[in-house]
């Protein structure tokens, strides 16, 4: 398979924001499945603060967070190790080829992974592997077709149609959330119980955080970078998307809806 790009890569600016994500809201569909003692793979965890919560859930239970990025998996140790979370660990590794025997984890984990993969159908097959028997794959994943917001920026419109231009550059499928049933199907579950939930920014503290992450994120991190290589944008243009990002922040009924599906998928 052909060497994979993350589309958002790891700059300060991307890897900040997901930092601030928790299990309650990003895996609110999961957690009542959670029980102290389960073993817990997080594939993709990034800086880690969905897996602490998920080790604070399930202690004394194993929980592994495994990413591609050695470099955003400093940061996760130390966060777990900030909570104290010693049943919490975290690895480098490649969600096609896990490096764990058949049937290791009660539940196996992505959030917001699968929409950057080549192969979606390959990860949830390998996935399903290292489950339990009658364990759990579970996945989540946001729409870019189905973002909407308001006031309608002309900005965010040229910045929709950039990352889904990289997105799909790299092989990739932006609007994974619609398509996870299918490809749960193709790789073989059986048992399926879909979902979809939403993220909303519409008060000044959360429209403030989202267009700061975007402003930034449009010139300095993989989504600029990817953008002018390509001929998608030049500086300029990047420039007046950051400013548009700004300028929605500022509109008092500014409002930004991101859907997501998920699945809870039966190994």
């Known amino acids: 398979m052909a060497s994979e790009t993350y589309s958002h890569g790891h700059h300060r600016s991307v890897v900040d924001v997901h930092a601030l994500r928790t299990a309650r809201d990003c895996a609110a569909y ?11 793979l997080d594939v993709g965890c990034g800086p880690g603060s969905i897996t602490a919560d998920f080790a604070a859930l399930a202690a004394p239970g194993p929980v592994v967070g495994l990413d591609s990025s050695e470099d955003v998996l400093v940061s996760a140790r130390a966060r777990a190790a900030g909570r104290g979370l010693a049943n919490a660990s975290f690895v480098a590794g490649n969600v096609y080829d896990l490096d764990f025997p058949d049937e290791t984890f009660d539940v196996v984990h992505a959030h917001q992974v699968l929409q950057h993969l080549m192969d979606p159908v390959a990860a949830l097959r390998e996935m399903r592997r290292v489950a339990k028997p ?22 965010l419109a040229q910045w929709m149609r950039i990352y889904r231009e990289i997105a799909r550059g790299n092989s990739a499928e932006p609007d994974a959330g619609r398509h996870l049933l299918a490809w749960a199907l193709e790789a073989g579950f059986t048992e399926i119980t879909p979902s979809s939930s939403n993220w909303l920014y519409a008060t000044p503290e959360e429209r403030r955080r989202h267009a700061e992450s975007w402003s930034e994120r449009v010139l300095h991190s ?44 039966r190994a």
């Open 134 to 155: 009658g364990g759990l794959v579970a996945v989540r994943d946001a729409d870019f077709a189905g973002m909407i917001w308001h006031p309608p920026t002309p900005e």
């Open 30 to 40: 999961l957690l009542p499945e959670l029980q102290p003692g389960v073993s817990i």
């Open 222 to 265: 993989a989504f600029a970078e990817q953008a002018r290589e390509r001929g998608l944008a030049d500086r300029h243009q990047l420039e007046q998307v950051a400013a548009g990002w700004r300028e929605w922040a500022d509109a008092p009924d500014g409002w930004f809806l991101i859907p997501c599906g998920e699945l809870l998928l």
